[in-house]
């Protein structure tokens, strides 16, 4: 039971370390891979890279790693985790466009756009939440 409980209650700092995390190692690897190629790293086509694949990845990570980490109910907590991810993406896109802020308008839609697919293969059965390693019970 405490640890059910414990479980519930790490879901949106798992998801949120998750998220930082997949956004640090990819653009860390981007960076790397772009320097050993000899190109600039602060070329637009590397902002781009990141406002896109890094962002989606991101939110796709922190759906699917918050749900993971759910004990039950999965389906319902990639919904509401999609949800907040959606609501909070939105807040931030309202003041990056405000700001006129296009690399970050980019990066907050594809956070949502990741989040949404996740959502979208954990209904569908596509993506397996079930089982591993954060089954103590």
Known sequence: MFI???????VVPAAVIALILSYMVVALINIILTWLRG???DTPWISLIQSTFI????GFVFVY???KVAPDKKVGAAYALTGGLILLGGMVLVIAIQDRDWWQVISDICVGIGGLIALYKINT???NVEGGIFDFD
């Open 4 to 10: 059910r409980a414990l479980r519930w209650i790490l």
């Open 39 to 41: 190109e600039p790293t």
């Open 55 to 58: 962002s989606g990845l991101s």
């Open 65 to 67: 790693f918050g749900t």
């Open 125 to 127: 059965g596509d993506l």
